[in-house]
């Protein structure tokens, strides 16, 4: 059974001008053990699905649909339920260490308050296993470190306390929100690195949400990716390199700089990233789509399963010759 | 911290310093003569309006008259009351109880009311918001003076529950007579308190640590109590000390409704009558215990505010 | 194949971009608390600037066998301890309480706005000494700086409005300071000052009409807490003086009245003061700033 399943997410939040729709249908699966990539552009729709597993949407948000947690419905528990399976089942990990961390309190608080006031352990044993992960996320002077403030550990420090409290209580399933966004380029692997590692030596699940195509593709098992609250193709990374099913994961894979080729002019995905509220009939994408017919537009265009993989687009069995090439040199010309 | 608090002190001493001048030097520009108003009128000789003059180093220059004047204060002389020729330092001291219960029971008050309607409003939200948003908004707008009044009227002539003057001796007593001017002295401050702490509350709710913590599982009394009060408090300090350092001032309207006998009312006498020995002396006192407090403030915001530098180093 | 579209023209082709928010104007600003706190302004100030017309009596003079007359319709509003209408001295309180503090509050900004443009002007030691001045003010509460200077230039409505205006001052400058050295920082100042153009006419071309709105902002806020001050240090004793009408006297004068059981005049003066205060610091609130700190 999977660790957690989503189904037919849909959220929309109270707006002056009427509600606006944020996530149209989300549906995907995380099995034991695995780490699934979520990417798309910003505002797509990425951490509001991992809020609602979270159920920490924005307040006034209207949900529907499902989040079974080992097959319980996180969306259908009480205060003291939800709490627990905050507690134990889940962690987070987010963008911003800084901010994840209340200025005016010691890391240490930090790390016992969730083993302490959230899992009931008694404050000796939570200490104790405060510093073993400190330890255990490369952290040299664990004194220091417990002693210090937030101000006074740089950004990439403070990531893997955040990380450490995240793995400290094994939980079932790591929410990561673009974990590596906020630091220096050169914490950033390092930071992931121990997110990875400590993720696999503990066989815990993630959803690592990013709009780094190529990060997600170096640490998760599967990738889905996301287009104006919906998900638009679900692959494994080297499939979803080697034969993208649908265009938006294509011209994604294109504008991506290489590292070992010169382009003379980076391929850029034409038009603006359309807002979930935006979307009339058919396809959200097909608007900026080079490969669009006026079919595309209409109706709704279902995800389509196929084993392990999943897209969602109406003229996918044409295209999917086409698309296993890049476009970058038409797009160039 | 204690470097903190010395290199603190040094400056309070050195503003309390340039403040004496200014204190000292409107009273000598002041219009009109000193030993005209100690003659009181009457017609006297060269010879005893000299020997006045004297006696009181009236013909000596700025200067030396304030350099007498500074070297008693910091004895503890300071001079004799033009009026009365009453001691000013045993003058004052008579007098600094009554003010002090009336400022420490207001600054309760503050604290009290305040603080806690703002906390309580802040994270409940709903009706009991709306209703500290509304009660400060006309708290605020009510001059201490007309609240004192309105006070008296409801409390002590119609249902007689207080007594309308005098400031009481012994505690209980104290407590009975200083009740009605006290919370008029705090309506106001406390009216700014609640909406500031309100407002706090509210913006710290809706910090991502706030939601971190909550997303960890810990309780919402913990994040309540940990995270969103504790944090709300510093600026609920500092605009708590500006309340309770202004009551210094403020006390003056309060004492003057209730014809209580403390150290604002004593300061508008010698301003009517203009005996400036004692207006300096008030008002250096005065300016001393504003700034005294101010200083608590700000080492209390140090000790609650990690993150600031007591070195004073770094911005 | 299309080519990539440059991406800004897409951006202007189409999407909600341009939208414009609705409420823009100064009443959508002020919303409905706002609109009636300044029709009650206007009323007040017409009250103010009609008072010879409509008051029913001479406000000074009074006849002692009617003292203390209920409302009737002879008095709308009754009479004081020494027989004079309460209609009317209240009308004419309102020219002295609001002429007062208007007083205080273009006092206290023309001597803030200047020490501000100074101080930004010449910078250096200029600003550093304005900045040393500001802080021994500082160092007096706000009120104690007035009766300090009440004491030096003696009682009265001029006096205490000027005593005020300066205990106002320091408040004023520091805020106007620091909105103008950021004005000041911007190029187009620079330019001008490249240019030429002199100290004054830069700062009366660029950097006043830049703080103007952080002005009339400070004026309507300092409004409410000067109507309060003014009237706290006529309450007593030190600023107008009898016979002549203010609200603040009026409250004062009434206390004796009051605890005999005729509390009318206090009642109706001191609710005119909350009433003012109110209207004014809710309209200084939604012109854009937040209600000050406190009132030292």
């Known amino acids: ?333 | 911290m204690q470097r903190f608090v010395i290199r603190r002190l040094g400056a309070l001493a050195v503003t309390l310093l340039f403040s004496s001048f200014v204190i000292y030097g409107a009273m000598y520009l002041a219009p009109g003569t000193p030993e005209s108003f100690l003659v009181q009128g009457r017609t006297v000789s060269p010879e005893v309006l000299a020997s006045i003059r004297a006696q009181y180093g009236l013909d000596d220059p700025f200067l030396l008259r304030y350099w007498h004047w500074l070297t008693g204060v910091l004895t503890g002389n300071l001079g004799e009351s033009l009026t009365t020729r009453q001691d000013v330092a045993s003058l004052l001291a008579s007098r600094i109880p009554t003010t002090a219960w009336l400022t420490a029971y207001a600054a309760l008050l503050i604290v009290v009311f305040g603080v806690v309607a703002g906390v309580v409003a802040g994270l409940r939200g709903g009706l009991l918001d709306t209703a500290v948003l509304l009660g400060s908004s006309v708290g605020f707008a009510i001059p201490t003076f007309f609240a004192a009044l309105l006070l008296m009227s409801v409390f002590s002539v119609t249902l007689g529950w207080f007594p309308v003057f005098g400031a009481g001796s012994g505690f209980s007593d104290r407590i009975l007579h200083l009740t009605l001017p006290a919370v008029a002295l705090a309506l106001p401050a406390a009216a700014v308190v609640a909406r500031i702490t309100r407002t706090a509350v509210v913006e710290e709710r809706d910090t991502e640590h706030v939601s971190v913590a909550l997303a960890r599982g810990v309780p919402w009394r913990t994040v309540a109590r940990r995270h969103i009060v504790r944090n709300a408090m510093l600026p609920v300090t500092t605009i708590v000390g500006v309340n309770i350092a202004a009551l210094v001032a403020g006390a003056t309207v309060v004492e003057h409704a209730f014809t209580l006998d403390g150290v604002g009312a004593l300061l508008i006498n010698a301003v009517q009558q203009k005996d400036f020995a004692v207006v300096q002396a008030v008002a250096l006192v005065l300016v001393a215990v504003f700034g005294v407090v101010n200083l608590v403030i700000d080492v209390l915001y140090a000790v609650i505010d990690p993150r600031v530098q007591l070195g004073g180093e770094s911005a | ?296």
């Open chain 3, 1 to 296: 194949m299309k080519t990539a579209v440059s991406a800004p023209a897409a951006r202007r082709s189409g999407g909600p971009a341009g939208r414009r928010r609705p409420g823009g104007g100064l009443s959508g600003r002020l919303g409905p608390l706002g609109v009636t706190a300044v029709a009650v302004a206007a009323l007040l100030v017409l009250a103010a600037l009609l008072a010879p017309v409509l008051a029913p009596y001479d406000p000074d003079i009074g006849s002692i066998v009617q003292r203390y007359l209920p409302p009737g319709p002879e008095h709308l509003l009754g009479t004081d301890q020494s027989g004079r209408d309460l209609l009317s001295r209240l009308l004419y309180g309102a020219r002295t309480s609001l002429l007062g503090a208007a007083a205080v509050v273009v006092i206290a900004g023309v001597g803030g706005t200047l020490l501000a443009l100074v101080a930004t002007w010449f910078g250096g030691r200029v600003d550093a000494f304005v900045g040393r001045v500001l802080d021994l003010l500082f160092a007096f509460p706000n009120l104690l700086l007035a009766i300090i200077v009440v004491a030096v230039f003696g009682t009265g409505m001029a006096q205490a409005t000027v005593a005020l205006a300066m205990a106002y001052v320091p408040y004023t400058a520091r805020v106007l300071r620091s909105v103008a050295l950021r004005e000041r920082r911007l190029p187009y100042v620079q330019a001008a000052e490249l240019q030429g153009l002199s100290g004054v006419t830069v700062s009366g071309r660029h950097l006043l009409p830049n703080i103007a709105p952080q002005i009339l902002t400070g004026a309507a806020i300092n409004f409410g807490y000067a109507m309060i001050d003014l009237a706290a240090l006529s309450f007593l004793g030190l600023g107008v003086q009898a016979p002549t009408a203010d609200w603040g006297l009026m409250v004062s004068q009434g206390q004796d009245s009051l605890l005999q059981g005729y509390p009318q005049q206090s009642l109706l003066a001191g609710t005119c003061i909350v009433v003012a205060v109110a209207a004014f610091s809710v309209i200084g609130e939604r012109l854009g700033g937040r209600a000050a700190g406190g009132r030292a």
């Open chain 1, 1 to 333: 059974m999977s660790v957690l399943e989503l189904d037919d997410i849909r959220l929309a939040v109270p707006h002056p001008s009427g509600d606006r729709t944020l996530l149209r249908g989300v549906s995907l699966s995380v099995a034991p053990g695995e780490a699934l990539g979520l990417v798309g552009e910003s505002g797509s729709g990425k951490s509001m699905t991992l809020r609602t597993v979270l159920r920490t949407e924005p307040r006034g948000a209207h949900v529907t649909g499902r989040v079974l947690l080992d097959g319980r419905d996180v969306r259908g528990l009480g205060t003291a339920e939800l709490r627990r399976v905050r507690a134990e089942s889940l962690a987070m990990i987010s963008q911003d260490p800084r901010a994840a961390l209340n200025p005016l309190l010691r890391v240490s608080r930090f790390l016992v308050e969730g083993l302490c006031d959230a899992r009931g352990d008694d404050e000796r044993t939570a200490t104790r296993r405060a510093r073993d992960l400190l330890a255990q996320v490369g952290i040299a002077d664990v004194d220091r470190c417990m002693n210090s403030y937030p101000h006074q550990l740089s950004g990439g420090m403070l990531q893997r306390v955040v990380i450490a409290a995240a793995v400290a209580g094994s939980p079932r399933l790591l929410l990561a929100d673009e974990p590596t966004t906020a630091l220096d380029v050169t914490t950033q692997s390092e930071v992931m690195a121990i997110l990875d590692e400590q993720r696999r030596e503990r066989g815990m699940s993630m959803i690592f949400v990013t709009h780094d195509l190529e990060l997600a593709s170096a640490v998760c098992d599967r990738i889905a990716v996301m287009y104006a609250g919906e998900i638009v193709e679900i692959s494994t990374p080297e499939r979803l390199h080697a034969a993208p099913r649908h265009p938006y994961t294509r011209l994604l894979l294109d504008s991506r700089p290489s590292l070992t080729a010169r382009t003379p002019v980076l391929p850029v995905i034409p038009g603006r990233p359309v807002a979930a509220y935006e979307v009339g009939g058919g396809c959200a994408f097909a608007g900026r789509c080079p490969w669009s017919e006026p079919g595309c537009t209409d109706g709704e265009i279902p995800l389509v399963r196929d084993g392990d993989r999943a897209v969602r687009c109406a003229r996918e069995e044409e295209l999917a010759g086409e698309l296993a090439h890049a476009t970058g040199t038409e797009a160039t010309a």
